[in-house]
């Protein structure tokens, strides 16, 4: 083989190498069960949702007695070791012998929630083997609503395998993912209150200045359109003097004098001690 020939092919040879280590170095995300096409919007917006968790990992042991020693590992989306590519998303490791038990698959997930929680499941662990008529393992992982934490109290609640089927492993865990949008306190008048306030204040603020410096106004003139304000002050004033008047505007005053009703009768003595004797 010629020189060139043999550098083209170790290049080709280092290319596949750096494709084939670059798709093992990439972590597999979330496979929703069924074809690709089926998966509903609302399923890849949860996924999407859930993304912020992708990067965490989360442990928890368990010790029960002497016979069982776990310690669990989840993953949120991604595989707890990628480099077994087990697909395992929540695994078991017995603390006594080291075995290793994949509880669910991130390739076989389904997703779905209510108003406060996220419902994760992972489906396609190991067998029970004697336990639930050997089917396979499933992990449910009830994520609820708390703000202000990113993710938080991971546990295990239980393990249902008493049944004939459908056995799974309930796990639960606090993450401010799972929460509503939180909707804006302010109603719709409010907003155009606050808008119409604020344009207010442009307007005086603005003019003020306006007539200050570049007009040169002083005292009462530099309130914007001085004049314009102060004859409408004025119709106001009437506006309000004729709508509240109490009584007609062309009634006379209420004035009442002294009539001759009121002095009462007079005396016909009342000067005789003044004329001389």
């Not at 306006?210 to 004049?227: S, T």
Request: charged residues 25%; hydrophobic residues 35%.
């Amino acid at each position: 083989m010629s020189p060139p020939c043999h550098t083209s092919a170790l290049l080709l040879v280092l290319m596949a190498l750096a494709v084939s280590r670059a798709e093992q170095s990439e972590e597999r995300s979330c496979d929703v069960i069924g074809d690709e096409s089926s998966e509903s919007q609302m399923e890849r917006a949860l996924l999407k949702k859930l993304e912020p968790l992708s990067h965490m990992r989360f442990n928890v042991t368990v010790e029960k007695g002497k016979t069982e020693n776990y310690i669990y590992h989840f993953r949120v989306c991604r595989e707890v070791n990628s480099t077994s590519h087990d697909f395992g998303g929540l695994v078991q490791i017995d603390r006594q012998t080291g075995k290793t038990t994949v509880i669910g698959r991130i390739n076989e997930t389904q997703v779905f929630n209510g108003s406060d929680w996220i419902m994760l499941i992972y489906k396609g662990g190991d067998s029970y083997g004697r336990h639930c008529s050997g089917e396979k393992r499933r992990a449910v992982i009830m994520i609820s609503c708390k703000r202000g934490v990113t993710a938080s109290s991971f546990s295990i609640i239980s393990e249902e395998r008493e049944k004939e089927q459908e056995c799974f492993y309930l796990f639960e865990m606090d993450s401010s993912v799972a929460c509503p949008a939180e909707n804006s306190h302010l109603s719709v008048g409010s907003i155009l209150l606050i808008t119409f306030v604020s344009l207010i204040a442009v307007y005086i603020i603005g003019g003020f200045l306006y007539q200050r410096l570049v007009v040169g106004a002083k005292g009462m003139e530099q309130i914007p359109h001085f004049a314009f304000w102060q004859d409408l002050g004025n119709l106001v004033a009437d506006g309000c003097d004729f709508v509240c008047r109490s009584k007609p505007r062309n009634a006379p005053a209420a004035y009442r004098g002294v009539g001759d009703d009121q002095l009462g009768e007079e005396s016909e003595e009342r000067d005789d001690h003044l004329l001389p004797m």
